[in-house]
């Protein structure tokens, strides 16, 4: 939400702020303004994820991971966050003089500088990449893991490379095109071309693997061969048919890829059609990134830039390989002899049911009789799953409904709801626009559709993000909700590997809510009147602010008053701006949030009552929780503290009515966050990240493990026990 939407006194406040600023111009997004500048502050996250990659404490293989993650986090920075930066400036320049006009200190030159850092900043990250690979690469070599990239080296190895491309990769490629540099506009989204002197290039399928294992078994030995690298080697002599052929140069383009797609006025039948029609442009998006690897020259690179009308900026070399992405999943690919080596991989961790929940027979049973916390992946993602197994089994279900924004196509939930719906209604509410996951959301939907589930889609320009399971089932003769509400995606992947909270429930009211909630849904119209959910964008962006500002009025009569949030991101500035005027008040406020945060903490006068955390750590921390300890609330949410969860999502944050989770909650879960002292960061006043370190004879505290341990003693001496 841009600054001038906000209304005067707003904005007065916020000039007033402006004398508390640190000495950090390079990182703010406007001048003088207290927000660190959202795009700057999310590549200092990936600073973060790559600290992960060179911790020589993580096992190898987490290592490579971590580097991976980074590499497709920049992928898809590049492809929906970019966008921002390349608005011509003339496209600003009625923004730029409304900003002038009401705050007097709006410098073009700055908004071309802050574009000029942002790219400046991620040269030197894809710097620190390379060097990261190479030191991968080589610790590596010492557990009999050999990255080949020298392949003609070795006779041996060279065999082994060339019977892996002659039968997975050259088969699968079309025969070699004319080159012009005009041809490189035909190139699509994140695909590799192969450039020869000769005249000729490839353009390389997108599905084959950028990475190729071969294990020796009996030497319990793994090598592992770039998609490049195989690339580089084979076709050169297939293209110049000589032993010294010159090697060819290899370019990776990233285009735009955020769509949007508004589903205002369309009839549900031609939503499909929409959605699939708009994800094909995104081949088509403009050109924004070019990665090159081999020796190409100032002409060469210029005419490149000139034909997709990129700047030099957006041109850089592939930090070692155009295929560092594809590494992420190396670890799954060696023998499970090589796994078991402490050193490469952490132990495999085996999440279990709760105790209570394990009995598919008596589940609701189970949870008419109190609430059920699940933390994932400590908790098994099975506990779900038995849930929505016993409804479709239960014949005193008569209902289940359920949104889904990201999902594996092969749950098993989605065949047990298709078996269901020969008996009972069964309805989803799938949401076609979950970014990357469009056609698999569109081929689950025509599945379940082909077997009587009745299924829906989202709300005009509303994503719909909310995570909420509904199970109706009659009990002396009236219906009783079953309430499953997630700050996680309903996938048995991603459940393994991100940490996320659920709650299991069958409150009276909070079943009325979820059942108000779909009833708009089927509707298509935005849900009202919930007596315990809070929603977005009518109501969370408000009610937030206003427990803000009760845990202010609190702090001046002199009553505790505490603020906690865990959230993925933190950039609305009108929270934040509420936030540094709790500080001001004296209420003590902890943040941890893994991703982009605009909020500058510790300083004086401004915001020194405020700490901001972000843990990194083997699993992608993904709950949302927000503790108003004055006023006694707990909320989880799959909402992040931005503009377009607030307002262009349909969101829900449910409340912790179980007194004994609250307890957990309270005095367990948010202080073993806080206490991390091993994958902890804290952000400093200056706008940079330090990390923390344990006091002097205090025991060194990493949540994770913690979280793990408890999950796997089933919470005993908790009050969860």
Same mark, same amino acid.
């Given at each position: 939400?841009?600054?001038?939407?906000?209304?005067?006194?707003?904005?007065?406040?916020?000039?007033?702020?402006?004398?508390?600023?640190?000495?950090?111009?390079?990182?703010?997004?406007?001048?003088?303004?207290?927000?660190?500048?959202?795009?700057?502050?999310?590549?200092?996250?990936?600073?973060?994820?790559?600290?992960?990659?060179?911790?020589?404490?993580?096992?190898?293989?987490?290592?490579?991971?971590?580097?991976?993650?980074?590499?497709?986090?920049?992928?898809?920075?590049?492809?929906?966050?970019?966008?921002?930066?390349?608005?011509?400036?003339?496209?600003?320049?009625?923004?730029?003089?409304?900003?002038?006009?009401?705050?007097?200190?709006?410098?073009?030159?700055?908004?071309?500088?802050?574009?000029?850092?942002?790219?400046?900043?991620?040269?030197?990250?894809?710097?620190?990449?390379?060097?990261?690979?190479?030191?991968?690469?080589?610790?590596?070599?010492?557990?009999?893991?050999?990255?080949?990239?020298?392949?003609?080296?070795?006779?041996?190895?060279?065999?082994?490379?060339?019977?892996?491309?002659?039968?997975?990769?050259?088969?699968?490629?079309?025969?070699?095109?004319?080159?012009?540099?005009?041809?490189?506009?035909?190139?699509?989204?994140?695909?590799?071309?192969?450039?020869?002197?000769?005249?000729?290039?490839?353009?390389?399928?997108?599905?084959?693997?950028?990475?190729?294992?071969?294990?020796?078994?009996?030497?319990?030995?793994?090598?592992?061969?770039?998609?490049?690298?195989?690339?580089?080697?084979?076709?050169?002599?297939?293209?110049?048919?000589?032993?010294?052929?010159?090697? $060819?140069?290899?370019?990776?383009?990233?285009?735009?890829?955020?769509?949007?797609?508004?589903?205002?006025?369309?009839?549900?039948?031609?939503?499909?059609?929409?959605?699939?029609?708009?994800?094909?442009?995104?081949?088509?998006?403009?050109?924004?990134?070019?990665?090159?690897?081999?020796?190409?020259?100032?002409?060469?690179?210029?005419?490149?830039?000139?034909?997709?009308?990129?700047?030099?900026?957006?041109?850089?070399?592939?930090?070692?390989?155009?295929?560092?992405?594809?590494?992420?999943?190396?670890?799954?690919?060696?023998?499970?002899?090589?796994?078991?080596?402490?050193?490469?991989?952490?132990?495999?961790?085996?999440?279990?049911?709760?105790?209570?929940?394990?009995?598919?027979?008596?589940?609701?049973?189970?949870?008419?009789?109190?609430?059920?916390?699940?933390?994932?992946?400590?908790?098994?993602?099975?506990?779900?799953?038995?849930?929505?197994?016993?409804?479709?089994?239960?014949?005193?279900?008569?209902?289940?409904?359920?949104?889904?924004?990201?999902?594996?196509?092969?749950?098993?939930?989605?065949?047990?709801?298709?078996?269901?719906?020969?008996?009972?209604?069964?309805?989803?509410?799938?949401?076609?626009?979950?970014?990357?996951?469009?056609?698999?959301?569109?081929?689950?939907?025509?599945?379940?559709?082909?077997?009587?589930?009745?299924?829906?889609?989202?709300?005009?320009?509303?994503?719909?993000?909310?995570?909420?399971?509904?199970?109706?089932?009659?009990?002396?003769?009236?219906?009783?909700?079953?309430?499953?509400?997630?700050?996680?995606?309903?996938?048995?992947?991603?459940?393994?590997?991100?940490?996320?909270?659920?709650?299991?429930?069958?409150?009276?009211?909070?079943?009325?809510?979820?059942?108000?909630?779909?009833?708009?849904?089927?509707?298509?119209?935005?849900?009202?009147?919930?007596?315990?959910?809070?929603?977005? $964008?009518?109501?969370?962006?408000?009610?937030?602010?206003?427990?803000?500002?009760?845990?202010?009025?609190?702090?001046?009569?002199?009553?505790?008053?505490?603020?906690?949030?865990?959230?993925?991101?933190?950039?609305?500035?009108?929270?934040?701006?509420?936030?540094?005027?709790?500080?001001?008040?004296?209420?003590?406020?902890?943040?941890?949030?893994?991703?982009?945060?605009?909020?500058?903490?510790?300083?004086?006068?401004?915001?020194?009552?405020?700490?901001?955390?972000?843990?990194?750590?083997?699993?992608?921390?993904?709950?949302?929780?927000?503790?108003?300890?004055?006023?006694?609330?707990?909320?989880?949410?799959?909402?992040?503290?931005?503009?377009?969860?607030?307002?262009?999502?349909?969101?829900?944050?449910?409340?912790?009515?179980?007194?004994?989770?609250?307890?957990?909650?309270?005095?367990?879960?948010?202080?073993?966050?806080?206490?991390?002292?091993?994958?902890?960061?804290?952000?400093?006043?200056?706008?940079?990240?330090?990390?923390?370190?344990?006091?002097?004879?205090?025991?060194?505290?990493?949540?994770?493990?913690?979280?793990?341990?408890?999950?796997?003693?089933?919470?005993?001496?908790?009050?969860?026990?």
């Amino acid at each position: 939400m841009e600054l001038a939407n906000y209304d005067p006194q707003f904005q007065r406040a916020r000039m007033l702020q402006t004398r508390f600023l640190p000495t950090l111009p390079s990182l703010l997004s406007e001048p003088r303004t207290p927000l660190i500048h959202r795009d700057l502050s999310w590549l200092q996250f990936n600073e973060r994820v790559l600290s992960e990659a060179q911790a020589t404490s993580n096992p190898i293989l987490e290592r490579v991971k971590f580097l991976a993650i980074t590499s497709s986090n920049l992928d898809e920075f590049f492809m929906i966050r970019f966008r921002s930066l390349l608005r011509p400036l003339s496209s600003h320049l009625k923004k730029i003089a409304q900003r002038i006009v009401e705050t007097g200190n709006f410098d073009v030159r700055y908004w071309i500088g802050m574009r000029s850092s942002i790219m400046e900043a991620v040269a030197k990250f894809v710097a620190k990449q390379n060097e990261t690979l190479e030191v991968l690469i080589s610790e590596l070599e010492d557990t009999a893991i050999h990255v080949v990239q020298d392949i003609e080296r070795d006779p041996r190895l060279f065999s082994i490379a060339e019977k892996l491309f002659n039968e997975q990769i050259q088969i699968k490629l079309k025969a070699p095109q004319a080159f012009s540099f005009r041809a490189l506009q035909g190139l699509k989204n994140l695909q590799i071309g192969v450039i020869f002197s000769t005249g000729f290039w490839y353009k390389i399928p997108r599905h084959l693997p950028p990475v190729y294992c071969h294990c020796d078994e009996t030497k319990r030995e793994a090598y592992i061969f770039l998609l490049d690298d195989l690339l580089a080697t084979f076709l050169s002599r297939t293209v110049v048919a000589t032993e010294q052929a010159s090697r $060819p140069i290899l370019i990776r383009l990233t285009r735009n890829a955020d769509i949007r797609v508004d589903l205002n006025g369309e009839d549900t039948e031609s939503i499909p059609d929409l959605v699939r029609s708009k994800v094909t442009f995104r081949e088509k998006g403009r050109p924004v990134r070019l990665q090159y690897r081999g020796k190409l020259s100032p002409v060469f690179l210029d005419r490149c830039a000139s034909a997709l009308k990129l700047e030099p900026s957006q041109i850089f070399p592939a930090p070692g390989t155009l295929c560092l992405h594809g590494m992420v999943a190396l670890s799954s690919q060696l023998p499970e002899t090589l796994r078991e080596n402490s050193r490469l991989c952490y132990s495999k961790m085996t999440p279990q049911i709760p105790k209570s929940l394990r009995d598919q027979a008596d589940i609701f049973e189970k949870v008419s009789e109190s609430d059920y916390l699940l933390h994932h992946p400590y908790d098994s993602f099975d506990a779900y799953v038995q849930f929505i197994k016993a409804a479709c089994s239960d014949p005193g279900v008569t209902t289940i409904e359920q949104t889904v924004y990201r999902v594996d196509h092969l749950s098993p939930v989605i065949e047990e709801l298709k078996q269901a719906a020969k008996k009972k209604k069964i309805r989803i509410f799938i949401e076609l626009r979950a970014r990357f996951d469009e056609l698999n959301n569109l081929r689950i939907a025509e599945d379940l559709k082909k077997e009587g589930v009745f299924v829906g889609f989202g709300l005009s320009h509303l994503k719909l993000h909310a995570k909420v399971a509904l199970v109706t089932r009659r009990e002396n003769n009236r219906n009783r909700f079953y309430t499953h509400l997630s700050t996680g995606n309903y996938n048995a992947s991603t459940a393994r590997q991100y940490t996320y909270f659920a709650i299991l429930t069958s409150h009276r009211e909070i079943g009325e809510d979820a059942r108000i909630f779909f009833d708009a849904l089927m509707k298509r119209k935005l849900p009202s009147s919930f007596k315990q959910l809070l929603l977005a $964008p009518t109501q969370m962006h408000r009610r937030l602010l206003s427990y803000i500002e009760d845990e202010i009025m609190a702090a001046r009569k002199g009553r505790k008053a505490r603020i906690f949030a865990k959230v993925n991101a933190l950039v609305d500035p009108h929270v934040i701006d509420t936030l540094y005027r709790a500080s001001q008040a004296g209420v003590v406020i902890d943040l941890v949030v893994r991703g982009a945060c605009s909020l500058i903490p510790g300083v004086s006068g401004l915001s020194e009552n405020i700490r901001v955390f972000s843990i990194v750590d083997r699993f992608l921390e993904h709950s949302r929780i927000y503790h108003f300890a004055n006023a006694k609330k707990i909320h989880l949410s799959s909402a992040d503290w931005m503009p377009r969860n607030f307002f262009s999502r349909l969101e829900v944050a449910f409340p912790i009515l179980d007194d004994r989770i609250y307890r957990y909650l309270e005095e367990i879960l948010i202080p073993t966050y806080l206490q991390d002292t091993v994958k902890s960061r804290e952000l400093t006043p200056q706008g940079t990240w330090k990390k923390r370190v344990s006091k002097s004879g205090k025991k060194s505290i990493r949540s994770q493990f913690i979280f793990e341990q408890l999950a796997s003693t089933d919470y005993a001496q908790t009050v969860l026990a």
